[in-house]
């Protein structure tokens, strides 16, 4: 399959550099696996331990774009102390797929691309 992507700088709309911007930091791609290898949905912390080196600023700005991307959703519960929980959509689960692949070619073929 072919992928077409639209070099011209006056194009403001391209699908897949739109997608690759959202999803290409450092904490994304770790943020949907986690929430999918885990036992689903898991609380703020548990994300936190799971992930590990993650700061609370960058975990909450992860988790806030992947909620308003739908990938994700969040759950409050009225509870004292509140509890939130987090869970992949039905969008987010259709991505998985393609995030492993992309995991399983780089475990593939990375030390390779460090060698040039």
């Known amino acids: ?3 077409f992507l639209k070099n011209d700088s006056s194009v403001d ?3 897949v550099r739109d ?12 943020v ?9 949905p898991l609380r703020y912390h548990e994300l936190q331990e799971r992930i ?13 774009r992947l ?3 739908g990938l994700i959703s ?4 009225p509870e004292i102390p509140p509890r939130v929980e987090y869970a992949l959509t039905a969008r987010g689960e259709s991505l998985l797929p393609h995030l492993y692949r992309l995991a399983e070619w780089a ?6 691309v460090k060698k040039v």
Do not use: N
């Open 13 to 15: 709309f391209c699908p």
């Open 107 to 112: 475990s593939e073929h990375m030390r390779d």
């Open 19 to 30: 997608v690759f911007d959202r999803i290409g930091d450092k904490w994304t791609v770790l």
């Open 67 to 69: 909620q308003e991307d």
């Open 52 to 64: 590990g080196d993650v700061s609370q600023k960058m975990l909450t700005a992860t988790l806030k």
């Open 32 to 40: 949907m696996i986690t929430l999918d290898q885990g036992e689903s």
């Open 1 to 3: 399959m072919k992928v």
């Open 74 to 77: 969040r759950q409050l519960y």
